[in-house]
């Protein structure tokens, strides 16, 4: 069993940054390709980043250039660094580890 704490949503300007974290415990993450997602309101979940055991990294075409995921195997960690966020960013956020585990949720508002 994994549990995912997602934690560093808020609100903030348009143009604005934030760094989101997850945190993992339960066991090890380190050989598990981790992601992130985002669900806007009466949207359908959809993938932004993902980041595999080896460092390997893909994005979804929507932020391609603004956002940056990265991993800290050692802490047992995920980060989505965000910058020049838009309005249309707006949306919970949500980690998965191992295409199984989910966390709660971070709430991400920019307002325009």
């Known amino acids: 069993q994994v549990q995912l704490v997602e934690s560093g949503g808020g609100l903030v300007q348009a143009g604005g940054s934030l760094r989101l974290s997850c945190a993992a415990s339960?066991?090890?993450?380190?050989?598990?390709?981790m992601d992130w997602y985002r669900q806007a309101p009466g949207k359908e979940r959809e993938f932004v980043a993902g980041?595999?055991?080896?460092?390997?990294?893909n994005y979804a075409d929507s932020v391609k250039g603004r956002f940056t995921i990265s991993r800290d195997n050692a802490k047992n960690l995920m980060y989505l660094q965000m910058n020049n966020l838009q309005p249309e960013d707006t949306a919970i956020y949500y980690c998965r580890a191992a295409g199984s585990y989910w966390g709660q949720g971070t709430q991400v508002t920019v307002s325009s």
């Open positions: 339960g066991r090890a993450i380190r050989w598990e390709t």
């Open positions: 980041v595999d055991w080896s460092g390997r990294t």
